[in-house]
């Protein structure tokens, strides 16, 4: 995509997830310009959000759930292709027919190189939602109860590359987020 530097009127080639200086030294970003213009904005989902709307006898299963059946025109919720692959392989598990898909690209050498101060480390399902946050953006937020996105700074990293406020949370908080009433089951 071709965009005008604003500073000297110059024609610059643009590509997704990608910085570019212009020969009168501003820096050009691809979020920058088209952050803005995008009328829906899509939160993706963790693996364990499917995996634990699936299970019934699970406590997080009801919030879990209406996250997948969260319907907006301009909230979208979706994953990676990634996610989905290493659902299916360990649970039979139905997907949601509205899910955004995002097929997942070759993971950055800066995402391959992060570090954690803790044992485990990003998996590629993590660092393929991370890929997915920077390339995309739509995208403006990370569903998940995994403590590792908090851990290895995810928000930090995104809002570094697309210069936007970028939400991390748990199925409970994305729907307190936006006020729909949960249910609380006490035992």
Not at 29 to 57: G, P
Not at 94 to 99: A, F, R
Request: glycine share 4%; net charge positive; proline share 3%.
């Amino acid at each position: 995509m071709k965009v005008t530097c604003p500073h000297c009127k110059r024609r610059i080639r643009l590509r997704r997830g990608k910085d570019v200086l212009c020969k009168c030294n501003n820096k050009l970003s691809y979020m920058q310009f088209f952050r803005d213009k995008i009328s829906y904005i899509v939160y993706l989902i963790d693996a364990n959000i499917l995996i634990y709307a699936e299970n019934t006898t699970d406590k997080r299963s009801g919030s879990c759930n209406k996250v997948l059946r969260f319907n907006s025109p301009e909230i979208k919720i979706g994953t990676t292709d990634v996610i989905i692959d290493e659902v299916k392989k360990n649970k039979n598990i139905e997907m949601p027919k509205k899910l955004a898909i995002y097929k997942s690209g070759k993971i950055s050498e800066e995402l391959t190189d992060l570090k954690t101060n803790y044992l485990k480390q990003p998996s590629q399902a993590d660092l393929s939602l991370i890929q997915a946050a920077i390339e995309n953006p739509e995208i403006r937020g990370l569903i998940t109860y995994d403590k590792d996105f908090g851990r290895i700074a995810t928000k930090g990293i995104i809002q570094k590359k697309s210069s936007t406020n970028f939400w991390l949370g748990n199925a409970r908080e994305f729907l307190t987020k936006y006020e729909i009433k949960t249910k609380v089951v006490r035992s």
